[in-house]
């Protein structure tokens, strides 16, 4: 049982490049979450999809999109991306009313 | 909509000494109530949580917190810290009715000195 899992863990992008950070889960858990992380500014929450087939945005999702693929995976995208999106970027993963499992993080820093 | 202030954001600290890490909330409905610890280099895992019941909330690695709801408070408390007790700490809160979303505080980086 690996939890939740994030690929990849490190990233360096030139500014107006694109990616998709992946994100799975094997707990069979309905809701998934991407968060960014920024000094002093605790989680904030990107995207996240209740269930499979729906997505909803959060508090910050400008420059990003997001694909539930299916129950297990969750997918971010930048498009082009900016300095401003060098973070920390978390998946969580939770059953229905409960609290939610993090990933151990992936690293992306735009030059 | 909720929110949730963390007082502190350092708190240094001697080994084997108690420690308290402040969490305040703002809500107009009901909530659950969260503490994660994030140690260096890795994802948020979760420390305690109080969903109902009795106020006082017992937790991994010796920490609790309690609820009190007058002061909106949810405050985590250990009683001797260990070296190793060195991380950031998040405090959280959803609302019972939407759970499908945690609001964070800002964190509390705590450091354990020898």
């Known amino acids: 049982n690996a939890g939740v899992t994030q690929t990849p863990k490190f990233q360096v992008l030139k500014t107006g490049q694109s990616m998709t950070l992946q994100c799975a889960q094997d707990?069979?858990?309905?809701?998934m979450y991407w968060y960014r992380q920024d000094p002093g500014m605790g989680l904030r929450l990107i995207y996240y999809s209740a269930s499979e087939g729906t997505t909803d945005k959060g508090e910050v999702p400008n420059g990003y999109n997001v694909s539930r693929l299916n129950k297990r995976e969750f997918s971010l995208r930048l498009e082009s991306a900016a300095p401003s999106q060098t973070s920390v970027y978390f998946c969580?993963?939770?059953?229905?009313?409960?609290?939610?499992?993090f990933g151990p993080g992936t690293r992306l820093t735009v030059l | 909509a909720q929110s949730v202030t963390q007082l502190d954001s350092q708190v240094p600290v001697f080994e084997e000494a108690p420690v308290e890490l402040r969490c305040n909330y703002s809500?107009?409905?009901?909530?659950?109530l969260f503490w994660y610890v994030q140690y260096p280099n890795q994802g948020l895992q979760l420390l305690l949580k109080?969903?109902?019941?009795?106020?006082l909330v017992k937790g991994i690695n010796g920490f609790e917190a309690e609820f009190n709801k007058s002061q909106t408070s949810f405050h985590l408390r250990k009683p001797s810290v260990h070296i190793s007790d060195t991380a950031e700490y998040f405090c959280a809160v959803s609302d019972r009715k939407n759970t499908d979303k945690l609001i964070f505080g800002t964190g509390t980086r705590l450091q354990v000195f020898p």
């Open positions: 109080y969903l109902s019941g009795s106020t």
């Open positions: 809500s107009s409905v009901s909530v659950y």
């Open positions: 969580a993963s939770s059953p229905l009313h409960n609290e939610q499992f």
């Open positions: 707990m069979n858990h309905n809701s």
